[in-house]
């Protein structure tokens, strides 16, 4: 069964810092993709950055980027110079094998709440 | 990008009555749709998988019954939680994969409050 742990469920950055968000896996199966959402008090979900088990970089989206220690299990979220707008609920998230029905079937973990201070 | 569309947003009903949440996909076609289940401040629990033409999947631990989906179109599934009870009571989000696009595309969720 696939397991995603994140320890942290709150944490504090000030505006123009960057801030690492921790996120551990478990998982035996050797094809995996991990995501990460950004869910604002609205409610809706946002996608942020996506890694593939077999992506040999780290993945990058502009202020995202994903450090991806696959001994390890990690695929901890970096938020650079952080803004007043990244306050938010953040989602670690791991999907199923691909299965060639272009679906992919996501589990979460319990989230982290960002709070950027001004 | 892709936009997927879930309504309504917030819905107060009387216990015993019966709620429909749609979530469609605007520009594309939905090759899948997932129903996640929110609690306060918990984390999204898969509630069930549906393809379009056939019967949903769903997780252990979720009344079929209850939940009844219908994926009757490539951009069009929903939910209905049939007569509905307080503990019903959640955030109801749908989601929905794109064929060969590797992230899936969020409704913006249906606050249900069963009174």
């Known amino acids: 069964a696939q397991k995603i742990t994140q320890t942290q469920p709150g944490m504090f950055v000030q505006e123009k810092e960057a801030v690492t968000l921790d996120c551990t896996y478990d998982?035996?199966?050797?094809?995996?993709?991990l995501f990460w959402y950004k869910q604002p008090s609205s409610g809706e979900m946002i996608f942020l950055i996506y890694q593939g088990s077999y992506d040999e970089q780290n993945a990058t989206e502009g202020r995202y980027s994903l450090n991806f220690q696959k001994a390890r299990k990690s695929a901890n979220l970096v938020i650079s110079a952080s803004q007043l707008g990244d306050s938010a609920m953040y989602f670690c998230?791991?999907?199923?094998?691909?299965?060639?029905?272009?679906?992919?079937?996501?589990?979460f973990g319990k989230g982290t709440k960002l709070s950027v201070i001004p | 990008g892709a936009v997927v569309s879930q309504h309504p947003s917030r819905v107060i009903c009387k216990s015993g009555t019966s709620v429909k949440i749609e979530c469609r996909s605007l520009d594309f076609q939905a090759t899948t749709m997932f129903w996640y289940r929110q609690f306060p401040k918990q984390s999204l629990m898969l509630m069930a998988t549906s393809n379009e033409g056939s019967k949903a999947t769903y997780e252990q631990g979720v009344e079929k019954d209850k939940f009844l989906i219908n994926h009757a179109s490539l951009t069009l599934s929903t939910l209905t939680v049939t007569s509905a009870h307080p503990e019903d009571s959640s955030f109801y989000i749908c989601?929905?994969?794109?064929?060969?696009?590797?992230?899936?595309?969020f409704g913006s969720g249906t606050q249900l409050s069963v009174l």
């Open positions: 989601s929905a994969s794109r064929d060969r696009d590797i992230k899936l595309f």
């Open positions: 998230a791991m999907s199923l094998p691909y299965s060639g029905a272009g679906s992919y079937q996501l589990t």
């Open positions: 998982t035996s199966d050797q094809s995996y993709g």
